[in-house]
């Protein structure tokens, strides 16, 4: 009968190394936990107390990380997430960062003490790569999903933040619009560079000019006090852009704010169109032009993917699925301009 200490002997480890090993605890290398893990498999054996340790391994629990729940978009995510987690026989976690890098790191690092079996997130920025590293080393699977990190192996669930773009300034550029500003977040995440630098192409290939005075960085807060559009308005009309594109709803909420505080009237003097839909602001009066994603979606195919890796009956490859928005056109666009 295989016991641990053939185990250890044909590793060439100790026994407290399998130990460690079988219960996922300790201080040990990759290197030596894969050779002990392939020497349990050759062996074909599992010890009665590794077997119960198996079982605590598995907690059937996932973990969904968003950065604001207040925003529309991501409160539809979390019920997709919640949605197929139930489903599968799972319970999930919700974190909200609030934007906050430090809070993310906060929650990541009490999930894996809480031994989460997969997390989906949606990263505050650049800076995210510090803690999927942590979730890497602790070999927690993890989905991306709506904003991207590059350099990192795992699966994706992404909106096609170009595509989109390029909808809404064609659709401005084909009513007439030529001087168009561009009200975005922070470069360092994702969707935002990339909505970025798809409003400085269509311009481009339209032959429009880029006037940088109309391009303004905000942050993607929805209570954080702003007064951003002062400078494109405090010019003479003539000056001024004919309209203007919101990377996210909540920022073409500040912005439509912000007009009517100026005696400036959207539609009529002013045109606005934004990236994600409002559905929760279906009064909100006008009704906005938006790129909508398909927000329930993200949630939803996020967490399925993360649970096949849990369950391993994923691709070797990771997967990367893209969401294709969707233009739909309402009153705060206007008419075409004659």
Not at 61 to 68: V, W
Not at 301 to 318: C, F, K, M, N, S
Request: hydrophobic content about 35%; glycine content about 4%.
């Amino acid at each position: 009968m295989t016991t641990i200490y053939d185990i250890a002997k044909k590793a060439n480890v100790s026994t407290m190394t399998v130990s460690r090993v079988i219960n996922n605890k300790g201080n040990i290398s990759e290197k030596t936990r894969e050779k002990v893990e392939a020497v349990i498999k050759e062996l074909n054996y599992i010890p009665n107390s590794a077997a119960q340790s198996l079982n605590i391994k598995r907690t059937k629990l996932l973990s969904l990380i968003i950065t604001d729940i207040t925003n529309p978009f991501f409160t539809q995510v979390a019920r997709g997430a919640a949605d197929k987690a139930n489903q599968m026989g799972y319970q999930l976690i919700l974190c909200n960062t609030d934007e906050d890098y430090e809070k993310e790191s906060e929650y990541i690092d009490a999930l894996i003490s809480k031994r989460v079996d997969g997390v989906i997130i949606a990263p505050t920025g650049d800076q995210s790569m510090k803690n999927l590293k942590k979730l890497i080393k602790n070999r927690v699977p993890f989905t991306l999903i709506d904003r991207q990190i590059q350099d990192v192996s795992c699966d994706r669930v992404l909106g096609d933040n170009y595509e989109g773009t390029k909808k809404l300034l064609q659709h401005l550029i084909d009513f007439g619009h030529e001087r168009i500003a561009m009200v975005h977040g922070p470069l360092t995440i994702s969707t935002s560079k990339e909505r970025y630098q798809a409003y400085i192409e269509t311009l481009k290939i339209n032959d429009l000019t880029i006037n940088h005075s109309f391009v303004i960085e905000t942050h993607y807060k929805q209570e954080k006090q702003w007064n951003g559009i002062d400078g494109l308005m405090n010019v003479p009309p003539s000056e001024r852009p004919t309209a203007i594109f919101a990377a996210n709803n909540f920022i073409a909420i500040k912005i439509i704010k912000s007009l009517r505080e100026k005696q400036i009237k959207v539609p009529e003097d002013i045109a606005v169109v934004c990236f994600d839909d409002l559905e929760l602001f279906s009064d909100f009066d006008p009704f906005l032009t938006v790129s909508s994603q398909p927000a329930y979606d993200f949630g939803y195919l996020g967490t399925q993917l993360v649970i096949e890796r849990v369950d391993e009956v994923g691709p070797a490859d990771y997967r990367t699925i893209n969401l294709k928005p969707e233009l739909v056109i309402r009153k705060s666009s206007g008419a075409p301009i004659k």
